[in-house]
């Protein structure tokens, strides 16, 4: 059974950082592309960064670029999305999601974890 567990959302003020995980089980991490995806209050969830199976490749969203990384750690099958100098409307819900291949589009994505919040606020 494909599971995705995300974790490491909070509270954080303006310019912080925040490193989430997506732990996964029940499949091998490193045959998938994960991607992150966000979703704010009223609005559409939309790509924030993927990673891809085999080489590693990255993508972002012109949103975040420069501000998150992407990596993953296919020993312990989890991948990490370190976030620095948030802002306000960084804040939203956030899913990892994995497919084979590597994308910014929801719609691509079969398997998708249960999300974790992010408010970045005062």
């Known amino acids: 059974q494909v599971q995705l567990v995300e974790s490491g959302g909070g509270l954080v003020q303006p310019g912080g950082s925040l490193r989430l995980s997506c732990a996964a089980s029940g499949f091998t991490l490193d045959y998938y592309a994960i991607g992150w995806f966000r979703q704010a209050p009223g609005k559409e969830r939309e790509g924030v960064s993927c990673i891809s199976s085999g080489d590693g490749n990255t993508y972002y969203a012109d949103s975040v670029k420069g501000r998150y990384t992407i990596s993953r750690d296919n020993a312990k099958n989890t991948v990490y999305l370190q976030m620095n100098s948030l802002k306000p409307e960084d804040t939203a819900v956030y899913y990892c999601?994995?497919?084979?291949?590597?994308?910014?589009?929801?719609?691509?994505?079969?398997?998708w974890g249960q999300g974790t919040l992010v408010t970045v606020s005062e």
């Open positions: 999601a994995a497919e084979y291949w590597c994308g910014l589009d929801r719609t691509q994505f079969e398997y």
